[in-house]
């Protein structure tokens, strides 16, 4: 049985994974894979510290949940050894299933959302090990009689949360994102087998609060970003393309042209031939594939793919309200050679950012009353935290571009 491991971590110094299964589980390709995913996707062309990984984040998270097992069971709410071990295993694989680059080319290579990926892998794995993920894949589908243990994995104030902000922050730079997680964690509390917050843990909860809205525009929703991901999206939309004109595009992998000549959805992802080029596709893969593309015949996927490298990017602006049809023409007049390829360079959209959803969190207070932050908070009205903010972004060539 493989013993436990220690590793070294910026953000809460030694991470243990204990021995048995979760010990296992670290060392199969699935998980070892996300040493090649990155945690932010393409955020590293804004914020040059941003290159730490999906394997980090797990890890991470994985540390938060033993802290907040502890803290309940300091609390004597019963927390058997076997659902400590099928918490720990839930959360250190919740996100197996993400693509190269995260979020950004989730719905371009294949067509599901990356929790069903990571529940096919983590279903997968079970039959490895003959069942023993049983109960971790029951909290994380939420079907486990003790609803609070699938809250901890994924809801509003969950393991998953706690540590993206503060990893990404801390790696960005950018100090909005730090939330005090210690003391959050601490005022913690199960009521009716749901999670629940003690009533001294309000600010705490505002401040989580605060700290994921401003990370959402500041970092995750950065316009720089955005512009980096749709040439990205472009170099793939322009490939299948030439493809389906029967025209040679070049892959630097055979898992990246695997995705790329079947349509795989929700219900292909159990398929033993769709895990393995799963399990082997990653960040190289579609770098090495842009890499190979650089200077392909196709005027249009040459210049994506060069942009892409030598971060050549194209011009954004955003704005609170949608702009007139006529801003765009009038770009589109002064880039005239590139109208009949326009929509791979202008594009326009829009963002959302939602501070809080109507799936509350509750505060215990100090007469034992449960009440729903969104009515107890004095910082942040129930008007105010439901509204979606937005923003309009249109994508166009820099002047400079003008050939």
Known sequence: MPEYRLFSDPIYGFVEIPSGIIAKVLETPIFQRLRRISQLGLSAFVYPGATHTRFQHALGATYLMTNTLEVLRKKRIEVSEREFEASL?????????????????EGQLFHCHHEEMSLSLIEYLNQRF???LDLAIRIFKNEYERPFFHDLVSSQLDMDRMDYLQRDSYYCGVSEGVIGAKRLIRTLNVHQDKVVVEQKGVYSVERFMTARK???WQVYLHKTTLVAQQILIGILTRMRELIQEGKKVIFASPYVQFFFENSITSKELSQPEVL???IH???????LMIKANLYHPDPVLSDLCQRFVNRKLFAIKMTK?????DFLEYKKKKHT?????EKYYFVQGVLENEVYTKNEIYILTSDKNVVPFSQFSDALSPDSMYVKTQKYYYIYPKETDIQ
């Open 276 to 278: 393995h080029h799963f």
């Open 281 to 287: 596709l990653d960040d190289t893969d579609v770098w």
């Open 337 to 341: 050679h590139l109208v009949p390829f």
């Open 130 to 132: 003959e069942g023993e």
């Open 214 to 216: 401003i990370m959402y």
């Open 89 to 105: 295993a839930a959360i250190l694989l919740h996100d197996v299933g993400h693509g190269p680059f995260s979020h950004c080319l």
């Open 321 to 325: 309200q949608p702009l007139d049809d």
